[in-house]
């Protein structure tokens, strides 16, 4: 079994060696720009955790897969930003702010394509099982992009369709990570199904966190502006079940998410009063317990691989960090 301190360093390695091709600059400095700026590599780590519970050391079979993950990753998100009209990622200027529109979305086609490089570097004997799994994912992955717009046309939707959509936009990339590191390491087919549901699992606590962030956290630690998800009325976990939950304040959620937000002033106003009836229905306190639920629940799949107990800690940890990214 590999060590963690090994996986971080081997994380730091890997992003620190991944190279693109140099011209034209236009098109691939974006790219670069996407990689260096960082974030927690939460994908890339987990498949090599999930790799190290079977094997001692790693190697070229399943590095670049892992770098694959976070390259498409990354794609999403020069996408995702032009699409929720985002102007900071990570504390620094999204793409298509520091560059243009167009630019934002040629040099997302192209890392897309860089992504499918990387994983046809996965060992042969493994390579269908792999491209096939991320091949499913990453149309997943568009699919639930498409119902979180659909979304944006409906006042409301049941939190059912809430769940699915972030289970294909968010989930399953984290899900397919655990999966492809058991996977490429030859792990049995009942393991790699445990840690796919377990990375599932966790990938829905994950995004339920990213809607909590985005109205209670500290900017400095959740890198982009708060309240966003109000000011686009995003449907999040938070919003959803602030209508399954609304009763009388019903008609007071719908003119807080009318409130226009042509100033600041307007802006300001329009986050107080969203998030005031969320803490009125106690929507902030629910959600963390939601967190903590779904958290429970990917660790009970855990426990059915039957690993040793510092194997086991591995997951452990890995899914504590991710988790308490939202305290």
């Known amino acids: 079994m590999i ?13 620190g060696n991944l190279k693109f091709t140099a011209e034209p600059a236009g098109l691939y400095d974006p790219l670069r720009y996407m990689m260096e700026i960082g974030g927690k590599r939460i994908r ?17 079979e399943i590095l670049s897969p892992a770098a694959a993950l976070e390259v498409f990753h990354s794609f999403t998100l ?30 997302g086609d192209v890392m897309s394509i860089e992504s499918y490089k ?11 099982e792999a491209l096939g799994l991320f091949s499913k994912t990453a149309a997943e992955v568009c699919e639930g992009q498409q119902y979180d717009m659909d979304f944006e046309n409906m006042e ?25 590191g058991a996977l490429i390491a030859g792990a049995s087919a009942e393991h790699c199904e445990l840690l796919y549901k377990f990375g599932y699992d966790l990938g829905l606590a994950f995004q339920i966190a990213d809607d909590w962030l985005d109205t209670y956290g500290d900017v400095k630690v959740f890198g982009k502006a708060i309240g966003g998800d109000i000011l686009n009325n995003k449907k999040t976990w938070l919003l959803t079940r602030a209508f399954e939950k609304a009763g009388d304040l019903r008609a007071d959620l719908l003119a807080a998410m009318d ?16 998030k005031g009836i969320y803490d009125a229905l106690e929507i902030g306190s ?42």
């Not at 990387?118 to 269908?128: E, G, S, T």
């Open 3 to 15: 060590q963690e301190k090994h996986i971080e360093s081997t994380i730091k390695e890997l992003f």
């Open 44 to 60: 890339p780590r987990l498949c090599l955790s999930t790799y190290s519970l079977y094997k001692d050391s790693f190697s070229d």
């Open 78 to 107: 020069i996408h995702d930003d032009i699409m929720d009209k985002a102007p900071v990622r990570r504390g620094v200027p999204t793409v298509y702010k520091k560059w243009d529109e167009n630019t934002a979305i040629l040099s």
């Open 118 to 128: 990387l994983i046809a570097k996965a060992p042969v004997q493994a390579l269908p």
């Open 156 to 180: 409301s939707v049941p939190m059912e369709d809430y769940l699915k959509m972030i289970g294909l936009k968010t989930a399953v990339l984290i899900a397919c990570s655990a999966k492809m």
């Open 259 to 274: 409130i226009p937000v042509t100033t600041d002033e307007h802006k300001a106003a329009k986050i107080e009063a969203v």
């Open 286 to 327: 629910e959600a963390q317990q939601e967190i903590a639920r779904l958290h429970a629940q990917a660790l009970g799949y855990v426990s059915q691989l039957n690993l040793a107990p510092e194997a086991e800690a591995i997951l452990h940890n890995y899914a504590s960090a991710l988790i308490g990214r939202n305290k």
